[in-house]
């Protein structure tokens, strides 16, 4: 090879390359070390900021050309090339445009020896947004152009970070105020980040709304996090001074680059997504540093989710309604039971509802398995009363049920077609996921009553107790919860309180069911206060409808 180019002089080469240049998009150069000269294809003088095709003083005339932020690393690079540390240039960076905007460019070149030492270098830049990994609304490269980056320097990254940032609710601003208005947000917000990158940090805009900050030095996340606060405050003060035409705030993933070894590009995006989007689940306009055990609950959730699926569209294999017996304390005998839902998979064993109950209620299959329970509870007590006649069932609705499905015929059309006596149902609705204004709650409230259907506020004393549920909602029954009940047991305050509330209760002509007691002194002291109906471990856990049935129902 060199003893091809000893044949070729650099004013040979020049020549070669004002030859070429009508057929090439791309941009042929040589960079001569001894003359310190430098001569590229003439069209590049159309696209980018260059004094001319050719020029002297290479290094200070790069400063009218090369994007300020990239040209130390620019100048370290060549300055290895010239020294002879290394023969081969390959680097992504920016040049100023003709009207001076950033462009990506990939700038490749070969060293060429005479005499053992480096003389002049020959190579091609190319525009890497032609290649569509440059985004031009904000001036960034692209993802693949952090993949190139992380694939070329795999080995040598140790440390650092990937700080991911999002803008909240961009969508909004969007619809608010025009996609074009958006872009010029999302450019200045390029910028307010871009101002607050230090030597060596390189800046990608991932998609959309999103960009990605790669740090390779950092050791202490704590650099991190106050890296993001000082963008979050760059981007508060650009809001202000666009009078706050557009109002948003920017969150961010913090992803330590030491979690990356042995993972795949893809799956390296995966878990800075993740970390975002952890960030906008706690709050927004904050920052999150990436976790494995968050990571694990994650993708056990993901996991739970996909059979809670699978489930559903499998006649609800592994769902189950288990039977707690309900107490009338009064006629101190078995009033009925409330009607609790199980999933249990090979994977994961029982799954407690505490858990699984949210995910389907987050996914909208809360809709089918809730009507899949009411049908079984349904067919459950039909079954019952006919050993016990009277039995009442009391089954839980969630509030989702409630707001996007038309609950109140399904519930009646149900009672009926099972041939039940609308005295004997219950239905349950939890009071925090409650909004007793909405009108589709209020309706389905006064058509339960029209219908002769019991309603029974559950968990009283958790979350908001709004007293104002009772006169707007007004419930049949009251359920005290067992974290209630628990604070009554050992605090004489709660205790005094939830006996006024027994009173109150029963002065509105209400009923009050004390839940979880356990043991028999908890019974002693709760029955002090005179509830009607009564329900825990001591008289007896949610158990299979057979066992149910063996426990309760022989005598
Ligand atoms: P919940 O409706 O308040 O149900 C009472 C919970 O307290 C049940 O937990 C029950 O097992 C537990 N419990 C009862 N007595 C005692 C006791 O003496 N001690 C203790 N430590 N616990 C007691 P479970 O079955 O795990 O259900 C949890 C929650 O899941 C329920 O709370 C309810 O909010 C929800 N859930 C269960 N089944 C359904 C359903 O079919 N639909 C809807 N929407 N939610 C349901
Ligand atoms: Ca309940
Ligand atoms: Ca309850």
């Given at each position: 090879m060199e003893k091809f180019f000893d044949q070729l002089s650099v004013p040979h080469l020049s020549k070669i390359i004002d030859l070429l240049h009508p057929c090439m998009d791309d941009y042929l150069y040589v960079y001569d070390f001894t003359n310190d000269y430098y001569f590229i294809s003439p069209h590049a003088v159309k696209r980018f900021?260059?004094?001319?095709n050719e020029f002297n003083n290479v290094i200070a005339n790069h400063k009218k050309f090369v994007y300020p932020v990239d040209l130390y690393d620019l100048q370290e690079d060549l300055a290895l090339i010239i020294s002879g540390e290394k023969d081969f240039h390959n680097m992504q960076y920016r040049w100023l445009s003709t009207s001076c905007e950033p462009i990506w460019v990939n700038c490749r070149g070969y060293a060429i020896h005479e005499n053992g030492k480096p003389a002049y270098m020959i190579g091609c830049i190319n525009e890497i947004g032609v290649k569509q990994k440059a985004d031009n609304v904000s001036g960034l490269l692209g993802i693949t152009g952090l993949q190139q980056y992380l694939q070329d320097h795999s080995y040598t990254i140790q440390q650092g970070f990937l700080l991911r940032l999002g803008l909240d609710d961009f969508k909004e601003v969007n619809e608010k105020l025009g996609s074009d208005y958006g872009d010029m947000v999302l450019r200045r917000t390029a910028e307010c980040i871009s101002s607050c990158i230090k030597t060596g940090q390189l800046l990608f805009r991932a998609v959309a709304d999103e960009f990605i900050l790669l740090d390779t030095q950092c050791s202490n996340m704590k650099h991190a996090v106050a890296q993001y606060k000082l963008i979050r405050q760059t981007v508060d003060e650009f809001v202000e001074a666009n009078h706050y035409e557009a109002v948003f705030t920017i969150s961010a993933g913090i992803l330590p680059c030491t979690i990356m070894k042995g993972h795949t590009f893809s799956d390296v995006m995966k878990l800075s997504e993740f970390s975002l989007n952890e960030a906008k689940r706690e709050g927004k306009n904050r920052s999150y540093i990436f976790e494995q055990a968050d990571y694990d609950k994650f993708l056990r959730r993901k996991k739970i989710t996909q059979l809670l699926r699978q489930s559903v569209n499998n006649d609800f294999e592994g769902f189950e309604a288990y039977l707690q017996p309900v107490f009338d304390s009064v006629s101190n005998s078995i009033y009925g039971a409330e009607s609790l839902m199980r999933f249990r998979t090979e994977e994961f064993g029982m799954i407690s509802p505490f858990e699984f109950i949210p995910l389907l209620e987050e996914t909208g299959l809360i809709m089918p398995t809730g009507k899949w329970m009411l049908h079984r509870s349904l067919t459950i007590c039909r079954e019952i009363q006919d050993l016990m006649p009277g039995f009442h069932i009391s089954i839980n609705i969630s509030y989702i049920q409630v707001m996007k499905s038309n609950i109140i015929n399904e519930i009646i059309s149900a009672v009926d077609m099972h041939g039940i006596d609308t005295a004997n149902v219950i239905i349950e609705l939890t009071e925090s996921g409650l909004l007793e204004s909405d009108s589709r709650v209020t309706k389905l409230v006064s058509n339960l009553k029209n219908n002769g259907i019991r309603l029974a506020l559950d968990d009283f004393g958790t979350g908001y107790s709004n007293f104002h549920y009772l006169n707007e909602?007004?419930?049949?029954i009251i359920k005290i919860d067992r974290s209630f009940t628990l604070k009554a047991l050992q605090n004489d305050y709660e205790y005094q309180l939830l006996s006024l509330m027994s009173n109150m209760v029963h002065s509105l002509n209400l009923k009050m069911c004390i839940e979880g007691i356990e043991t028999n002194d908890e019974l002693a002291k709760m029955s002090k206060l005179s509830p009607d109906y009564c329900q825990g471990y001591y008289w007896g856990k949610p158990c299979p409808y057979d066992e149910f049935k063996a426990l309760y129902l022989t005598q």
């Open positions: 900021a260059l004094p001319s909602l007004k419930p049949d």
